[in-house]
């Protein structure tokens, strides 16, 4: 399985896995690639920035020492990928989760998420 991971799960997998329930589970399993997108960096940037999220370390250290704790891969933001929002349903305005449904979309990757709302999309969702 491809798990793109959405902000809350990539935080809860470092800082507190025990919320992932059985997610937990597959999200270890060898064959997994776990995948950390460019929007989760930008959206715990943000809401670093104005105070809406206390980290450990400054944005810049946290992700990337996170991303490797967890032995994930960064997956970039394709033009493909922000073009693809346009053509989601208006199901959620959030623009972070917008992309990272059109980026498991456009790379045939399981959307690791908290928010069940993003399972009504056409993409395959794993909502913890």
């Keep these: 399985m491809k798990a793109l991971l959405d902000t809350n799960v990539f935080l ?6 025990e919320r992932l329930g059985d ?4 999200l270890s399993e060898p064959e997994t690639l776990i ?5 989760v960096s930008w959206e715990i940037a943000i809401k670093y920035a104005i105070g809406r ?4 370390l400054p944005p810049e250290r ?8 967890i032995g994930a ?6 033009h493909r990928d922000a073009l693809g929002v346009a053509a989601l349903p208006p199901i959620h305005r959030d ?3 917008r992309l990272l449904v059109a ?3 456009n790379h045939s990757a399981t959307l690791v998420t908290t928010d069940r709302r993003l399972g009504e999309y056409p993409v395959d969702a794993l909502v913890v």
């Design 103 to 105: 980026q498991a979309i």
């Design 62 to 69: 946290y992700m990337p020492e996170r991303i490797g704790n």
């Design 73 to 78: 891969s960064s997956m970039v933001i394709e």
């Design 12 to 17: 809860w997998l470092n800082d507190e896995p």
């Design 35 to 39: 995948l950390v997108s460019a929007v």
């Design 53 to 56: 999220l206390q980290l450990p």
């Design 23 to 26: 997610a937990i589970a597959r």
């Design 95 to 97: 623009p972070f989760d």
